[in-house]
């Protein structure tokens, strides 16, 4: 795998992206949790956008303007010093985000859950980085593993979903194969990360452990 692929795949699957992503298998999985039909919905894609502005745009764009004012070398913040900013504003913005999706009754429990996990989630990384780089990547990788584990305890009765697609027609997935992929796609991250030299295989289980982990903290607190 050339550095090149390496470098988009860890674009695409940017730890800042794992919220929205939890979103949307929730969307597909069981719209009617947030009382819409599908995710075309007006009101999904306006809840996607919210969080997408919220949890990814606000967050990374605060990341160039530190560097574009030389307080960090690189966007691909490099060292444990160089996090410590970029963590700080990213965590004010998560918990801002539970906290308001908190509060509103019209959100599936199930939804707020998974952002408790991800804030849970980055302020273990932020702790954890005052010893060790752990790889945000497999923090959000292990998150996404532990947001489909969760839809499918919480959902048992809805084992597949069906995709309204303009190109590829209309197909059923099952959960179980989305569960498959996102593990596929985890130990491809973690793959890339090592290639890049980013870290060491250390950083990336300690990664996975923490996302893993705290999407189930977070469901045993508002939910069991």
Aim: charged content about 10%; proline content about 3%.
């Amino acid at each position: 795998m050339g550095r090149s692929i390496a470098q988009v795949i860890s674009f695409v699957f940017h730890p800042l992206m794992v919220p929205t992503y939890m979103l949307i298998i929730l969307m597909l999985v069981n719209p009617y949790a947030f009382s819409v039909s599908s995710i075309g919905d007006q009101f999904s894609k306006l809840l996607l956008i919210q969080l997408f502005m919220f949890t990814f745009f606000i967050p990374a764009f605060s990341v160039v303007m530190l560097r574009l004012l030389d307080l960090v070398k690189s966007i691909e913040l490099k060292t444990k010093e160089e996090r410590i900013g970029p963590y700080i504003i990213a965590g004010v913005f998560y918990l801002w985000t539970f906290r308001n999706f908190l509060g509103d009754s019209q959100m599936p429990r199930l939804f707020v859950s998974f952002l408790l996990g991800a804030t849970i989630a980055l302020f273990l990384a932020f702790l954890i980085n005052i010893f060790s780089k752990i790889s945000t990547h497999t923090v959000g990788m292990g998150g996404l593993i532990g947001t489909v584990l969760l839809t499918m305890f919480q959902y048992q009765n809805y084992t597949t979903f069906v995709v309204h697609s303009t190109i590829l027609g209309t197909f059923e997935i099952s959960l179980l194969a989305v569960l498959l992929f996102v593990i596929l796609v985890a130990g491809i991250v973690g793959t890339c990360r090592l290639l890049l030299g980013a870290h060491n295989q250390q950083d990336l289980y300690g990664g996975y452990l923490v996302g893993l982990a705290s999407q189930f903290i977070a469901f045993r607190i508002l939910i069991l």
